[in-house]
Each structure stands twice: as C-alpha cells, then as structure tokens.
C-alpha cells in the first residue's frame, strides 16, 4: 500500500461540505492517488479526497493553501454553500490504539492511502449529518408553533405553504443522507480491503455516525408527521368552512324564494 506523510507523525486535516455537489469528472485530466473514493495530491505535503455529493477533505493544509485550495475548487461545485459546514480532525501515528478517537486526535497506524480515504469516508458522513442536524433543528423550530396550534381547538393557524415547505425541506434531507451520501452502507473499499474492515468499524463508531443518523431520521420523520398532521388538520377546517358557506347560501336562498312568494301573494 502506497504511504504518504512519511516524514512526519501528524497531519492535519478539514472536512468541507461545500455545495449540493462536486464534479469529479472535472479532475480526470491529472492522474488520481486511487478512486471511490477519489485523492488527489495536490503538493508534496497535502492530498484531497473528493465526493460527489458536495464533500472535499484535505490532508495536510496549512494557513495559506486553505483559501487558495477553496478557490481552485469553488468552480466544479454545483449550488455551494454561502458558508461551507467544516470538521476538523488530527492523525497520529500510534499502532497500538489504531482508530481511536481522542480530543479530537485520531489514532493510526501509518498514513497509507486506504486508510486515509475510509478516514475521509467517515469524516465526509460526519461533516454532512453535522450540517443537516443543525438544519433539520432549525425546520423543527419552524414547526413546532403549528405543533403548539394543534392543542388550541378554535387556533386559526395559517400558513400551508409553510408546512408544505417544511415537509419538502425534510423529504429533500432524507434524500441526500440516505439516497447520496449513502450514510449507513459500508464503502466499497473495504471489498477490496476486508482487513481494514475492524479499523473502518472502529472510527466510524467514535464519530456515531449510525446513531446520529438514526437520530437525525427520527426527528424529520417526527418534522414530516406534525407538518402533514397540522396541514390535514387545516384542509379539514378550510373544508367545513366551506360546507357552512354553502349552507348559508342556500338559507339565504330559501329565504329569498320564501319572501317572492310572499310579495306575489299580496
């Protein structure tokens, strides 16, 4: 397995979510490290993993190749971020405890090419479910006020293109995390390297990305469900309204056949 960093005992690394996603295709004019997923080097000391579904993570950055790297980059991403969700993380050579996660330090036992791409694998998930906790949070304090409405009988909340919004922003979530980015499924990768599967398993439990995820698809199901409740809810009275309008008019009716009826017999 090609190693890279051999003269050093740490690297440092970011995770970007930059866009809605990344045009991989556009990277094939210079010779890759390895594919799915893809690295790049960059320079002597720095490499980029990439993934189509919006996420860059490089290796080794430093203070003035970070804006440059954002703005080389920033043309192949579809739909970017106005503020790119970031996650920040550190490699350390120590084999003995090899994908544990400490302080934010992960622990490893060299710095070969698979192993930094299924760390990458992990942080790109990491940085993704991180950017839609906090928006799905957000989309559940947007809804929790028609929640509250429910428990007001006479409460005349308005606002269907809201809940129907919201009940889109929830679906499209649910689409990216499970369709895209594949969340929960295992990279292909490790059918290549079966004997990082321990490794692979380990780092992604440090992070909880099944448990966050978990967590994560059980609050846009519960967003999806108040949302489509509070909407029936609302159809349910804008329809009885309705009725009442239509009885309304025919009293209005009867009385006005009644009163010609009257007038012509006098």
Known sequence: MPVLFADTDTV??????LGQKIELSSFA???PLAVEPLIIQRKQDNCVVLFDYGVAVLFGPSAIEEPSFLNDIHEFVVEPFSKPETEDVVLQIAPVNEGKVEDGVVLLSQFDIPILQLVADVLAKSVVLA???AESAQVF???????????QPRSNNKGADVLLKQIGNSLLIQHKIVGRVEIVDKPELLWEYPELGRFYARIEDEYEIQERHLALERKLELVSRTAQTALDIQQQKTGLRLEWYVVILIVIEVFLSLYELIMVDK
């Open 12 to 17: 440092n690394v970011r995770a970007y979510f």
């Open 29 to 31: 004019q210079s010779p």
């Open 141 to 151: 304090d947007r809804i929790e006020p028609f929640a509250e409405g429910l428990q």
């Open 131 to 133: 950017k839609y906790e």
